[in-house]
Nanobody, 117 residues
Framework: QVQLVESGGGLVQPGGSLRLSCAAS????????MGWYRQAPGKQRELVAL???????VYANSVKGRFTISRDNARNSVYLQMNSLKPEDTGVYCC???????????WGQGTQVTVSS
């Protein structure tokens, strides 16, 4: 049973920073692609950033240059460093993984990020 647990969300002023963490269990984590999605009120869920097992990264255009995704396979964790936050970054951020060699994907419960003055 794959489990993903996020932490690190909260309320921050525009221009501020937050670091999200996702701890994974129940899979050979190092082989899996990992990512972060977000869903704002009234909007569809969208990919924010993804990191492959080899360390390649993909970012949404809206966050390029501001957000950085990273992983620590020894800790079975993936992180999202978010800088220069904007009100439009507000939403529920969910951790995602796809088990290598399968089409099985899993989601965390999400952590709320609110950017407001």
């Amino acid at each position: 049973q794959v489990q993903l647990v996020e932490s690190g969300g909260g309320l921050v002023q525009p221009g501020g920073s937050l670091r999200l963490s996702c701890a994974a269990s129940g899979s050979i984590f190092s082989r899996n692609a990992m990512g972060w999605y977000r869903q704002a009120p009234g909007k569809q869920r969208e990919l924010v950033a993804l990191i492959t097992s080899g360390g390649s990264t993909v970012y949404a255009n809206s966050v390029k240059g501001r957000f950085t995704i990273s992983r620590d396979n020894a800790r079975n964790s993936v992180y999202l460093q978010m800088n220069s936050l904007k009100p439009e970054d507000t939403g529920v951020y969910c951790c995602w993984t796809e088990v290598a060699g399968t089409s099985d994907d899993y989601w965390g419960q999400g952590t709320q990020v609110t950017v407001s003055s």
